[in-house]
């Protein structure tokens, strides 16, 4: 589904990516892990199209379309989505809205109608049942005055309504408690599917305790030094990444 092939990425000058490689299959559940600084989130964004990032060499494809060339709105569209590691707040913007016009601008670009509003809604409530968020949620302003938490749970609540095909999630557990990692963790579970692979950005083996990845990649210094599966988390919750540094060096 996503090949990553000796990327060389550029920020401010600096290169921050230097030949990663990395192939994502349908249905898989991939973890990228990695120190501080390691060009986590920057893979995320150049996957996703953020601006600011040059690449310098090598080749990222999704479904054997070249990603590099296609525009920000187009990766979108073909279902490239990345949740944010510090969701934004919208104010005067109601959440409800926010999911409406995203689903339908998808809809679009497929040349479908729009969803009929009670069809709409009857999705919406189911997803945000699984969020286990109150209606309420929906009529506020998108992440305003929201908890760390809630916001969490509305970036996976958006997930679940727009169902991308890659579905990226960068820190998705920071600076929440364990109740509330829980149910994210069953938001990303119930994403998984045959055709949709996730790929799970974060810091700390605890979350893969509830999202089992299929394959675990530890990322230093804008490399990819080693994969395995998810024993793997486990070896770096035990022995840190240094010991992983000192081996490939
Ligand atoms: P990680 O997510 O693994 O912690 P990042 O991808 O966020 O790492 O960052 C990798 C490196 O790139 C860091 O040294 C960071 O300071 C640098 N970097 C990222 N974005 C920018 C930017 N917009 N301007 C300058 N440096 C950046
Ligand atoms: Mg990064
Ligand atoms: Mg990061």
Redesign the pocket.
Known sequence: MLEVKDLHVT??GSE?LKGLSLTINEGEVHALM?P???????LSAVIAGKD?YEVTQGSITFKGQDVLEMEIEERAQAGLLLGFQYPVEIPGVKNIYLLKAALNAQRAARGEDELPAPEFMKLVKEKLGLMKMDASFLQRAVNEGFSGGEKKRNEILQMLVLQPKLAMLDEIDSGLDIDAMKVVADGVNSLRAEDRAILLVTHYQRLLDYIVPDKVHV?VDGRIVKTGDAELAKELEANGYEGIEESVA
């Open positions: 920020v401010e921050i990695g501080n600084g390691a060009g986590k989130s920057t600011g990322l």
